[in-house]
């Protein structure tokens, strides 16, 4: 509890508190904050009200993909332009961030929201791999490419989904793992150089 | 362990997790120092200098800076890491159950040289292996003989009785096999065949390379199997979080007809 809490007016107090929950936010933060949006005009706090309470409120996953969206079907499911043959597949709806930011990319997400992690005891029924089945059993989908982040755990998520879609006769792709761009040989590890040399590609 | 401020040595990575934005907090198993909790910076970001050299089941020789409360791992080269095994679905999820039992059975900064080895040799073997469940029973077997829990085998655990040729049973709680007149009373003890505690009496005197020459058939594996888990369980007071994903996998894989979770 803040030390101020009995010297401070209550609503200041408590919305010092709040703050000091937050990420990174101490509570000299906090303090200065609260005094800050105490002396601001009324409208921007009810529009950081506003803000903080439509997270919560309009926001859903989306049926599709289940990314997280204010609309249902989320802005890449319902674009008409992108091709609903291919789907991705990723742990987390954050990465479709860097995925889209690449601008290589025009077809369909599915995101898991997780990872198998058999020693957190994170298990397939934990996932929405299921979801991705139903979805890839009733949709005209030719390639799934598997985006799970290249360490044991996405490694293992991959393998196993492959092996659930491979009877579907959909083709399985999994992201290309290999040096990093800005990288540096001397220190890369044996897997990622090893995987880099088996996925060498022509120079043309 | 020495005092200076840093310190070398080659570990084996046994468990990490996500630590800040892109820190991992791991857990090595090492030569020197036994079991290590260590702090690697940096090592999520792609382009980390440590990044795969500290990935979970990885062999590396690393250099550790002692810190206040955890020491911070300022080079790794990785020895090896056992490529084989990460590119098994069934090999990976053996390793990390390996990893998951050393991790309960050690306590930290204890050395013990004799564990390392057998859990390197382990891996090793599992990384040429196609099927891992025997070299787990074997590693299991000799885990439990070196850290004092050696199963009573020859004589029966509560009368001291030679055991006979016959099916016995199995208490986890009395630590062995018991004779058939012992085992009745005992509710938590299970029959054990001939053919599995012979196995067992095998495998506590021989190395891998003879250990892998037995041939198991399916029955007796399953049984091994069942039983060394029970007395695992019994003996860490709980069951080990990735066994339920070997079960997952053994027992073939999630279909859309499934209940929805």
């Known amino acids: ?134 979805r890839l059993g009733s949709a005209a989908v030719t390639e799934v490419i598997l985006a799970t982040n290249p360490n044991v755990e996405g490694e293992v998520t991959s393998m196993y989904i492959q092996r659930l879609i491979s009877p579907l006769g959909i083709r399985v792709t999994r992201l290309a793992r290999g040096l990093p761009f800005g990288g540096d040989l001397e220190y890369a590890d044996d897997v990622t150089l090893s995987r880099a040399l088996e996925g060498r590609q022509e120079m043309y | 362990m020495t005092s200076s401020r840093v310190y070398q040595t080659a570990g084996i990575i046994i468990k990490r997790h996500k630590f800040g934005e892109a820190d991992r907090l791991l857990t090595l198993f090492t030569t020197d120092c036994g079991k290590v909790r260590a702090i690697a910076k940096g090592a999520m970001r792609p382009g980390s200098k440590l990044g795969g050299h500290v990935e979970l089941l990885t062999h590396s020789q690393m250099m550790l800076a002692r810190g206040r409360n955890l020491d911070i791992i300022t080079q790794a080269q990785a020895i ?5 095994i990460r590119d098994s679905l069934e090999l990976m999820s053996c390793g990390f159950y390996l990893s998951e039992l050393v991790d309960a059975f050690t306590e930290e900064n204890v050395e013990d040289r004799e564990l390392f080895d057998l859990f390197l040799n382990t891996l090793l073997e599992l990384a040429e292996a196609k099927d891992g469940e025997r070299i787990l029973r074997y590693f299991e077997l000799r885990l439990l003989s070196h850290l004092g829990y050696r199963p009573q085998l020859q004589k029966c655990a509560n009368c001291s009785k030679l055991l006979l040729p016959e099916v016995n049973y199995f208490s986890p709680a009395q630590g062995g096999v018991l004779c058939r007149n012992c085992g009745y009373p005992d509710m938590g003890a299970r029959t054990i065949s001939i053919n599995a505690l012979k196995v067992l009496r095998f495998w506590l005197r021989c190395d891998f390379a003879t250990a892998s020459r037995v041939k198991l058939s399916t029955e007796l594996t399953g049984e091994i199997k069942g039983l060394m888990r029970e007395n695992i369980r019994y003996i860490l007071e709980k069951q080990l979080k990735s066994i339920e994903w070997m079960d997952t996998l053994a027992n073939g894989n999630v279909t859309l007809e499934a209940p929805p979770s």
């Open chain 1, 1 to 134: 509890m803040n030390p101020d809490f009995f010297t401070t007016a209550r609503p200041i107090s408590r919305l010092i508190e709040e703050l000091n929950k937050l990420p990174g936010i101490g509570p000299k933060t906090a303090q200065r904050l609260a005094y800050h949006l105490l002396q601001a005009p009324p409208d921007r706090s009810r529009d950081l009200a506003d803000a903080v309470l439509g997270i919560k409120e309009n926001l859903r996953l989306c049926t599709v993909c289940l990314n997280i969206t204010d609309t249902d079907p989320c802005g890449i499911c319902a674009d008409e332009t992108r091709d609903r043959t291919k789907v991705c597949v990723v742990e987390e709806p954050i990465d479709i961030i860097p995925l889209e930011r690449t601008r290589k990319f025009r077809g369909l997400y599915h995101v898991l929201h997780g990872v198998i992690s058999p020693s957190d005891g994170i298990k397939p029924e934990n996932l929405r791999i299921r979801d991705l089945l139903v």
């Open chain 2, 80 to 84: 090896d890491n056992f490529l084989p």
